[in-house]
C-alpha cells in the first residue's frame, strides 16, 4: 500500500506484475442522470459479477458515509463484495469506484453509491506525489442556520452558516473569527450549506488566503484568513 485517505475511503496500491491490463478512464463529471452504467465486482464472494442499471444520481452527500461525499448512485445491483471494483459506463470506461450501499436487508435494493473517477484521480496523484491527501484546513465546526436561529440574527431568506466552533490557534482563530459568528460568504461563494463550503476550503492550497464575510452582532465584517493543513483523521 503506496498510501490511504480514510477521508474518502480510498487507498493507492502497487502491484509487482508486468503487463497488467488497465482500464480506459471516463469523465465522470461527463455523466448524466438516466445514463446506463455496469458495476463489476465479487458480491458476496461468488466471483466476478457484472450487473446492469442507470445513473439514478450525482452529487450525493450528508450520508455520513465518509467526511468528503460526492456520490454517484445507480441503481445496478451491488452487494457486499462489490466495494473497490469499477462502475463503468456504456463503452466501458471508468466513472466510478463502488463503495456503499443503502440497504435494510444487507442486500441490493437498487441505491448503491461510488466514488467518482475525478476525485478518485485526485486523491490518487495527491498519495502518490505526497504520500497524502493535503487539504486545507480553517479550524472551525459549524452548524447550519435554521430558521428560528436566522430569525434570531434577522436574516430570514438569508444564506449562512454558524460557527459553533473553534480549533484553538487555528487558522480560523488567528483570523480573528469566533463563536457563533455566522459566515455569509467564503471567497465570493454563498456559505448556504455547511459541508459544501468546508470541501471548499478543503480544496484550498495550504498557505493561500481567503476572504470571509461574516455577521457578528449585525454588523457585518470581513476577515482573512491563511488556510492550513488540515491534521490526518484519527484512525482509532
Known amino acids: 500500500m ?19 491490463p488497465s482500464i480506459t478512464l471516463g ?3 461527463n455523466i448524466k442522470i438516466g445514463d446506463v452504467t455496469l458495476a463489476i465486482g465479487n458480491p458476496f464472494g461468488v466471483g466476478q459479477t457484472v450487473t446492469m442499471g442507470i445513473i439514478s444520481a450525482t452529487g450525493r452527500n450528508q450520508l455520513g458515509l465518509n467526511t468528503y461525499e460526492d456520490f454517484i448512485q445507480t441503481d445496478a445491483a451491488i452487494n457486499p463484495g462489490n466495494s473497490g471494483g469499477a462502475l463503468v459506463d456504456a463503452y466501458g470506461n471508468l466513472v466510478g469506484i463502488n463503495t456503499a450501499i443503502f440497504s ?11 466514488i467518482p473517477v475525478k476525485l478518485a484521480l485526485d486523491v490518487m496523484q495527491a498519495i502518490i506525489e505526497h504520500g497524502q491527501v493535503i487539504r486545507g484546513w480553517l479550524g472551525i465546526e459549524v452548524q447550519p442556520l435554521t430558521p428560528e436561529l436566522a430569525e434570531s440574527f434577522g436574516m430570514e431568506g438569508r444564506p449562512g452558516i454558524i460557527v459553533a466552533g473553534i480549533y484553538r490557534d487555528g487558522p480560523a482563530q488567528k483570523a480573528g473569527l469566533q463563536p457563533g459568528d455566522l459566515i455569509l460568504t467564503i471567497d465570493g461563494e454563498s456559505a448556504s450549506d455547511g459541508r459544501r463550503s468546508m470541501n471548499q476550503v478543503a480544496r484550498a492550497k495550504p498557505g493561500d488566503k481567503i476572504r470571509i ?4 452582532n449585525g454588523e457585518a ?3 482573512t484568513a491563511e488556510v492550513g493543513i488540515r491534521p490526518p483523521a484519527s484512525t482509532n
Open 2 to 20: 503506496i498510501g490511504s485517505d480514510p477521508e474518502t475511503d480510498l487507498a493507492v496500491l502497487k502491484i509487482d506484475l508486468d503487463d497488467l
Open 221 to 223: 465584517m470581513q476577515l
Open 213 to 216: 464575510d461574516i455577521m457578528r
Open 104 to 114: 435494510k436487508s444487507g442486500g441490493s435494493q437498487g441505491i448503491g453509491f461510488a
Open 27 to 29: 469523465r465522470s463529471d
